[in-house]
Nanobody
Framework: QGQLVESGGGLVQAGGSLRLSCAASGTIRSIISMGWYRQVSGKQREMVATIARGGETNYADSVKGRFTISRDYAKNTVHLQMNSLKPEDTAVYYC???????????????WGQGTQVTVSS
């Protein structure tokens, strides 16, 4: 069974920083990609940042230059360093991992439970 455990959310003032972490667990055959998505109540979930197994990264235009995604390969963990936070960054942030678990037919997408990030004015 695959599982994603998130940490690092919280309440900060505009201009502050947070670092989100997500650790994938299970008998993992391979991880294809990991990423962070966010969702505001009443709106669709959107991609924030992703990182592929080769290290290639992609960012939403709204966070470029402020957020950095990285992986700790030894711990199957992805991080999202969020700097210069703005009130519009307020959302529930979800970790997503495309991975192939031992015993599974193929790779699949797995979601974390979500962690609240609130940025005050």
């Amino acid at each position: 069974q695959g599982q994603l455990v998130e940490s690092g959310g919280g309440l900060v003032q505009a201009g502050g920083s947070l670092r989100l972490s997500c650790a994938a667990s299970g008998t993992i055959r391979s991880i294809i990609s990991m990423g962070w998505y966010r969702q505001v109540s009443g709106k669709q979930r959107e991609m924030v940042a992703t990182i592929a197994r080769g290290g290639e990264t992609n960012y939403a235009d709204s966070v470029k230059g402020r957020f950095t995604i990285s992986r700790d390969y030894a711990k199957n963990t992805v991080h999202l360093q969020m700097n210069s936070l703005k009130p519009e960054d307020t959302a529930v942030y979800y970790c997503n991992t495309n991975m192939w678990l031992a015993g599974a037919i193929s790779n699949d997408y797995y979601w974390g439970q979500g962690t609240q990030v609130t940025v005050s004015s």
